[in-house]
């Protein structure tokens, strides 16, 4: 330390020897932060599927490349749903504590075809964010949060939409099931499963050329808005419960595993490599951040589904199959250093605010120092590596219920559901039904044990010491967090089937309208519990 002939510190020393420690006295030319944001999710993309994460795999290149200039996430936590997960990437809250859930018996979070769900106007979301700030911003792809006319997403900040408001299912009768919309904008352009539609050509069982057509819409959106800041959201939902491709990629994957799931994969990698293409053909590499992301892992019941090794479990459970999920944030114009990997603990809500400090702005501060509801700035720990600023806990939510939660390297299960996937198995945890475990809950160490095969103690008795000195700050932490929210009814009970897509904005100009003959009855939102269909 420079000190004064009396003893004290000299001031311009001091603010001399700072300035010379600075960022940016030691970068006279620091690299602006990029203009642009790319965000790129995927439905029911396990762990195994990408090579970045299993590099047996050869079905991702494209996908790979991004994190040679970007950071890949080894522990990013989905919700137990693709809309809980789109919802809180969207607003940077978990979306339980907004109301995001139903209080039926499944306890489940993923939104049904005829559920009246709207985005209520106390929340805000990232579109809405960036148009304030000049940005022109797009949706394409599968939008999850409500398919009535009110619900679309250009009331929520998003200037343009071209995709699908409801769940790609099997063929509708329009009796029952009206056949569901393909949208730009607001309206209705097409009936998905009419085969005179270009946007469709569902030649033959999984088969269609619906990604195709958002790519090329995806590359004249770039194109078009190249010269002023943009925010692009793509949906891909190709490899979701009947996974489909278009006829160029049937049977692409005859040399790996050579099933609809793969050949659909293979195009959803083309779909970012024409993305990198698009974005060196503008010289906007440098100025996009890119994010690449799966809000849900792959599905247990499906025979052609992802895999989610080594990981227990599939979509919609609270075991690490069922929320643990690949994810790169890339950016050439941002220098991650030698930090490629990270094993911080996130959520979809850090996602959110750390996409908007990447791109030079100021994130909301938390409510409370622990950040139970909100979206913690990981940028200095993604770029740096300093992980002084980091989410210390995981929490794990089906519907409303709190079900499982970690903490560095120990995970406690305090209430119990699992699928039945073939071959595992688990004791104390594999149940088609909502177990209370909260007497005794099942604790895991899931750096040692990521499968959660083998569990420390719980469930019916306590055997192991470590159980007993770990599980009371494990405790506190979940009361802390539950003492976080407050919780009622939440926004997810009310269905009908008037709801359904039987008369949606510009049918009557197409003549794409489906009468409406079955009784209006609202009625709550629910599924068998013992379906597994709560994703």
Sequence with gaps: MISSPAGNTAPGWTLLLALLLSPVWCDPDPQPPPSNLIVITVDELGWADVGAYSPWRSDTPNI??????????DDLYAETSSTASSATFLSGKLAVSWGLYSSNNAEDTQLKEDSGFVLPSTVKILPQVLKSKGYTTKYIGRWNLGQRSEANPTNFGFDSFLGTVSDRGPKYDNLRFPNIGFYRNEKIVARMYDSKTAEDDLLADGVSNLTKVYTDDMEVFISKTKDSPFYLHVCLDALRHRPYRSP??????????????????????????VVTKALKDTELVEKTLVIFASQSTALA??????????????????????????????????????????????????????????????PGECEEPKCVKEGMDMTKSLVTGNTAEHRDVITIFRGRTL??????????????????????????????????????????????D???RFFISGGFEVSSGRYTDELPELREEAEYVQGQLTLSGGLLNECDVKWREWTPTGCLDLELCVEFTRESKPRMCSIPEWTGLGI
């Design 301 to 362: 019941s499906h025979y052609e589904a992802g895999s989610n090794s080594p990981f227990t479990g599939a979509t919609g459970d609270s075991t690490e199959g069922g929320v643990r999920v690949p994810a790169i944030i890339s950016c050439p114009g941002i220098d991650f250093g030698e930090n490629r990997r990270s094993k911080q603990l996130m959520n979809f809500a850090d996602l959110h605010t750390t996409s908007l400090s990447m791109l030079g702005f100021t």
């Design 248 to 273: 160029k990629f049937v049977d692409s994957s005859a040399d790996t595993r050579s099933t609809n799931f793969t050949d659909a994969l293979k195009e959803v990698d083309e779909f970012v490599g």
């Design 450 to 452: 990521p499968g959660e």
């Design 64 to 73: 790979d490349q991004l994190a040679s200039s970007g950071v890949v996430l």
């Design 403 to 448: 079900m499982a939660l970690r903490k560095g390297r120990y995970k406690v299960h305090l209430m119990s559901r699992s699928s039945f996937v073939p071959g595992q198995f688990l004791d104390n945890l594999t149940s088609y039904k909502l177990r209370n475990t909260t007497e005794l809950p099942v604790l895991f160490d899931v750096i040692a």
